[in-house]
């Protein structure tokens, strides 16, 4: 049983209000209890992905970070042993996909900064060695 506290305040009649739970309830909170579920859970990522009328723009917004990215020193100093035959293909850093409407925000700029910090690693290795 969920513990009491008792109200300071009395009564016109004398008696003590009504006990109230120990801890506070919040308004939120037992709205979130009697919150009918939400119907955007039952589909699925690529459904929500297929229904977001912003694809484009983020598209093209990705799009653009691959194509400046490959543009930079890093990616080119990569390129370059690659063509040399330097890297092994399993050290090769992989393009995050820019077509991929599944990937949230946060994914997808999580990978582009895993991608950019091992372009800056062989880059890094290139001029060391």
Do not use: C, F, N
């Not at 229904?51 to 653009?64: I, L, M, N, S, V």
């Not at 700029?109 to 372009?119: D, M, N, T």
């Amino acid at each position: 049983q969920t513990p009491t506290r008792r109200l300071t305040r009395h009564r016109a009649d004398g008696q003590l209000g009504v006990p109230t739970p120990a801890t506070k309830r919040h308004r939120r909170a037992a709205q979130r209890l009697h919150a009918p579920p939400l119907l955007a859970a039952a589909t699925s990522p690529e459904q929500a992905a297929a229904e977001d009328g912003d694809w484009p723009r983020k598209h093209a917004k990705r799009t653009t970070a691959v194509q400046a990215i490959k543009e930079k020193p890093e990616y080119r100093a990569m390129a370059e042993l690659r063509d040399q035959g330097a890297l092994a293909p399993k050290d090769l850093p992989l393009t995050p996909d820019p077509d991929d409407s599944t990937t949230s925000k946060r994914q997808w700029e999580a990978s582009v900064q895993v991608w950019r910090h091992k372009l800056q690693r062989i880059e890094a290795m290139a001029v060391e060695g």
